[in-house]
């Protein structure tokens, strides 16, 4: 299983990003999919999920109606798009995805939302 994330960079508060994960090694349409996000030191924080065929997606209240999840399960993609963008967004952000009972987690990006 192999997840990687893109995407992230240095943002003003009210700004705009799209991450993308880029999933292999497992069928992708099969599985639930998340967004976690990370600030260095802290426990990771939920963000976002979507069900197998994108028909169906959970939010964090704290981004709700400013996220969106989404996934391209032709082209194996999860994708976050992040409006209005607070200070509080800035973590790192990863996809993840539970399969048999393990959890995969793949290298993150960095979002940053400073003036």
């Known amino acids: 299983v192999q997840l990687q994330a893109s995407g992230g960079g240095l943002v003003q508060p009210g700004g705009s990003l799209t991450l993308s994960c880029a999933a292999s090694?497992?069928?992708?349409?099969?599985?639930?999919m998340t967004w976690v996000r990370q600030i260095h030191g802290k426990d990771p924080e939920w963000v976002a999920a979507i069900d197998e065929s994108g028909g169906i997606a959970n939010y964090e209240e704290s981004v709700k109606g400013r996220f969106t999840i989404s996934r391209d399960n032709t082209r194996n993609i999860l994708y976050l798009k992040m409006n209005n963008l607070k200070i509080e967004d800035t973590a790192m952000y990863y996809c993840a995805t539970e399969i048999n009972d393990s959890t995969y987690r793949g290298q993150g990006t960095q979002v940053t939302v400073s003036s």
């Open positions: 090694g497992f069928t992708f349409s099969s599985y639930f």
